[in-house]
């Protein structure tokens, strides 16, 4: 046989083969749809929730003044499209207890006097006027990018009072920047405690997951079905050994974060051994319930993935969710990740307690009920 007749021959065997796994992929509508329609929901995802600008940012105004020169300058902040002002008072104090219990992400200070300091700021070597901007620094990148923006509108409105004054050499106005809980705006205290909530989520999708597939995979699930456990059983048997582990990676990373990366955790450790428990009930929930659409680890293992990464997104973990379209804003209201990282950074960073976490903590728990209950259904039904 010539070299070209072999290779000739072989071409036709793979040629073959691969028809054989393009029938068997036709065949298996799961797979095609882990394969066709995953890869654009991920890319849903990144194209309209993945951004790295920050706007809509949810600002609590404080205005002594009341003079149509400080509603101007509200109004440029609000104009431009970055803050949004959710609530006000006339207190400074105020504005720090909005950015403590997480209602806004700015406090906007607009002090008494402040127009006519205006008026008056470059000439004769009168003073610039002052604004005080509050951010909250548990987010470093966002509070960074929010000061960027409002030192631009603060130069922006100075000089378009200049130019409207004949009389005015030039206007200009100082800002004031305090940024609360993070004073260095140091990235690693805002990403460092997000680690523990993706390091729990992981454990408890992948390993429940694959577990119980490999179980299926080599026929010990079908001796366990005949045992004496009820489906409860099993499945709480099946859970209970991973979520020991996700508290020990809990506790591991949060030993390594306050010792090791000198990441301040001003709370409550009961709060947080809460929450966590929480957390793992839908996270759990959810690892159980890609065991019961996967008929192989590999199945399993890919479906994790695409779960774990739109989760990760949505969560607020490298993304601000302000920054994102409405509709990715709701959907991330039926992520716990987004809930449990609330809750995570607050006890950290700000030392908050559980009179302020309560509805995160109230989320967790409805999330995890409803996805328990959901996976164990499935499971039941799947092993009936």
């Given at each position: ?119 008056a700021a470059g ?9 005080q901007l509050l ?191 409405r509709v990715f ?56």
């Amino acid at each position: 046989m010539s070299g070209l007749t072999r290779v000739g021959a072989k071409s036709g065997r793979v040629a073959e083969v691969v028809r054989k796994e393009l029938l068997q992929l036709r065949r298996d509508p799961r797979l095609r749809r882990l394969i066709l329609v995953a890869p654009m929901i991920q890319l849903l995802v990144f194209g309209y929730a993945v951004s790295t600008d920050v706007r809509h940012t949810a600002t609590f105004l404080v205005d002594q003044d009341r003079s149509p020169l400080a509603r101007e300058l509200v109004d440029a902040f609000t104009a431009s499209g970055y803050f949004d002002v959710v609530a006000g008072s006339e207190a400074a104090t105020d504005a720090v207890k909005a950015l403590d219990r997480g209602e806004a992400t700015v406090g906007l200070v607009i002090p008494p006097g402040f127009g006519r300091d205006l008026l008056a700021a470059g000439a004769d070597g009168a003073p610039a006027a002052t604004v005080q901007l509050l951010v909250d620094g548990t987010n470093s990148n966002i509070a960074t990018v929010a000061l960027g923006y409002a030192e631009g509108i603060l130069r922006s409105f100075g000089a378009r009072v200049a130019a409207a004054g004949a009389e005015l050499p030039e206007a200009t106005v100082a800002l004031q920047e305090r940024a609360w809980y993070n004073p260095s705006l140091e990235s690693r205290n805002y990403n460092v405690p997000a680690v523990v909530g993706t390091l729990m989520l992981l454990v408890a999708l992948l390993l429940t997951a694959l577990a119980i597939v490999r179980e299926r995979e080599i026929g010990t699930l079908e001796q366990l079905m005949v045992s004496p456990l009820s489906p409860g059983e099993l499945i709480a048997g099946k859970t209970l050994p991973f979520a020991l582990i996700a508290f020990v990676d809990l506790a591991l990373v949060t030993t390594i974060a306050v010792l090791w990366f000198e990441v301040p955790f001003r709370g409550n450790l009961l709060v947080l051994l809460l929450a966590s428990l929480l957390f793992l009930l839908p996270a759990l929930g959810t690892g159980l319930l890609i065991s019961t659409v996967s008929s192989t680890q590999q199945e399993a293992f890919l479906t994790t993935f695409l779960t774990f990464m739109p989760t990760i997104l949505l969560s607020g973990f490298l993304f601000p969710i302000s920054s994102m379209p409405r509709v990715f804003q709701w959907l991330t209201l039926v992520n716990p990740l987004r809930h449990y990282l609330e809750i995570v950074r607050g006890v950290f960073l700000k030392g908050t307690g559980l009179a302020v976490l309560w509805p995160q903590h109230v989320a967790l728990l409805v999330l995890g009920a409803a996805l328990l209950t959901l996976a164990a259904r499935r499971f039941e039904k799947r092993l009936g």
